[in-house]
T-cell receptor
Framework: AQSVTQLGSHVSVSEGALVLLRCNYSSSVPPYLFWYVQYPNQGLQLLLK??????LVKGINGFEAEFKKSETSFHLTKPSAHMSDAAEYFCAVRGGGTSYGKLTFGQGTILTVHP | ETGVTQSPTHLIKTRGQQVTLRCSSQSGHNTVSWYQQALGQGPQFIFQYYREEENGRGNFPPRFSGLQFPNYSSELNVNALELDDSALYLC??????????????FGPGTRLTVL
């Protein structure tokens, strides 16, 4: 079975500051991991994904995430926050076997960016 | 390239009624997954369809059913609506079996309100 825990339901940063959104996963198979962003009243947009290649994954809009197997983590970072980054962010793990197509999501982290 | 589209955008129903939500896959994709996102929570996997058959199901009762058509579009049907069915319903399409490329891309969602 797979599960995802996002630490911190709300994160607030100043514009230009480092963004760090935490995600820990549990998976019975080698994980495929994803970060999605959701703007108000919209669907989910893929930011980046880990598929067992490079452990440091670069995504869109300057975001990146590092897969750390020893820590079962996949934290999302961005060196310098922009006002347009304000949104809700979801970490997800994809299942294996009979749950191949199932994405299991965390509860989400709302990012607020202050001027 | 056409992205994932969903209709309708918003829907209001009363308890006990039935509802049908529709989804058109992204061009070139052959798999559709449906998720329910209650307010303030992460999306929950309902089921996935591949080659017009259900290919995995989450913890949802049988009154949640679906169809996939030869053109890979899909419907989600919910019978005997309950108040707790009020949520954002998200459809995601992907290319099944293509390792590393079977990423799920989401539509904008249908907001269902049950009164």
């Amino acid at each position: 079975a797979q599960s995802v825990t996002q630490l911190g339901s709300h994160v607030s940063v100043s514009e230009g500051a480092l963004v760090l959104l935490r995600c820990n996963y549990s998976s019975s198979v080698p994980p495929y991991l994803f970060w999605y962003v959701q703007y108000p009243n919209q669907g989910l947009q893929l930011l980046l994904k880990y598929t067992s290649a490079a452990t440091l994954v670069k995504g869109i809009n300057g975001f990146e995430a590092e897969f750390k197997k020893s820590e079962t983590s996949f934290h999302l970072t961005k060196p310098s926050a922009h006002m347009s980054d304000a949104a809700e962010y979801f970490c997800a793990v994809r299942g294996g076997g009979t749950s191949y197509g199932k994405l299991t999501f965390g509860q989400g982290t709302i990012l607020t960016v202050h001027p | 390239e056409t992205g994932v589209t969903q209709s309708p955008t918003h829907l209001i129903k009363t308890r006990g009624q039935q509802v049908t939500l529709r989804c058109s896959s992204q061009s070139g994709h052959n798999t559709v997954s449906w998720y329910q996102q209650a307010l303030g929570q992460g999306p929950q996997f309902i089921f996935q369809y591949y080659r017009e058959e259900e290919n995995g199901r989450g913890n949802f009762p049988p009154r949640f059913s679906g169809l996939q058509f030869p053109n890979y579009s899909s419907e989600l049907n919910v019978n005997a609506l309950e108040l707790d069915d009020s949520a954002l319903y998200l459809c995601a399409s992907s290319l099944y079996g293509a390792r590393g490329t079977d990423t799920q891309y989401f539509g904008p969602g249908t907001r269902l309100t049950v009164l």
